[in-house]
């Protein structure tokens, strides 16, 4: 069974610059979580959608970032524009639903640079 | 709020040595647990989950943590690290339908 996947791995840009981070998770899985991990601290939850609906984006900053999950599946998560404290790590986790409790399974992540 | 405390920041063994990374969690309701291990280079991965039953989970690697309720804690636990075992660890809990509480990590050495 394929893993979730993120693309790309690695992403540099100067700051003002927008950016794009995509993720598709495990096949059935309704519950997709987007976290940021900044160097030294554990994965922070941005925002977490169940099918296409963002149920969770309390910490999601709204000014610059903005996601979208078309057709309950692939989700794409933006900054613009970014800024240097945005360097750090974006996973994206996907669960089979949420009610349940299930364990969430996390993709190789994202490391943005903003210089 | 939720938090989850991780209380060594880095663990430096000797192969063959036993393991104990301390988590302490801060929420009064029913919690599921979670250990997950970054190994160099690698994703985030479940090493073991604790919902309900057993207070003692077993994971995968010999791996094995036990929730004590009363002292709000889910320590991890290895009787004896190899030198592959040298990685991240995460704390999390799962108290409010889905979201993660992660820990700050513990980056566990292990010297050959």
């Known amino acids: 069974e394929a893993g979730v996947v993120q693309s790309p791995r690695y992403k540099i840009i100067e700051k003002k610059q927008p950016v794009a981070f995509w993720c598709n998770p495990i096949s059935g899985h309704n519950t997709l979580y987007w976290y940021r991990q900044n160097l030294g601290q554990g994965p922070e939850l941005l925002i977490r959608?169940?099918?296409?609906?963002?149920?969770?984006d309390s910490q999601l900053p709204k000014d610059r970032f903005s996601a979208e999950r078309l057709k309950g599946v692939d989700s794409t998560l933006k900054i613009q524009p970014a800024e240097l404290g945005d360097s750090a790590v974006y996973l994206c986790?996907?669960?089979?639903?949420?009610?349940?409790?299930?364990?969430?399974?996390f993709g190789p992540g994202t490391r943005l640079l903003v210089l | 709020a939720q938090s989850v405390s991780q209380h060594n920041h880095h663990v430096i063994l000797s192969e063959a040595a036993s393991l104990e990374l301390g988590c302490n969690y801060s929420?009064?309701?029913?919690?599921?647990l979670f250990w997950y291990v970054q190994y160099p280079g690698q994703h985030l991965q479940l090493l073991l989950k604790y919902f309900s039953g057993d207070p003692l989970v077993k994971g995968i690697k010999g791996f094995e943590a036990e929730f004590i309720k009363s002292k709000f804690s889910f320590n991890l636990r290895k009787p004896s690290v190899q030198w592959s075992d040298t990685a991240e660890y995460f704390c999390?809990?799962?108290?409010?339908?889905?979201?993660?509480?992660f820990g700050q990590g513990t980056e566990l050495s292990v010297k050959p």
């Open positions: 959608y169940e099918n296409e609906e963002a149920v969770d």
């Open positions: 986790a996907s669960s089979l639903d949420r009610y349940r409790q299930e364990t969430q399974y």
């Open positions: 999390a809990v799962n108290a409010q339908g889905g979201k993660l509480i």
């Open positions: 929420y009064g309701g029913t919690v599921n």
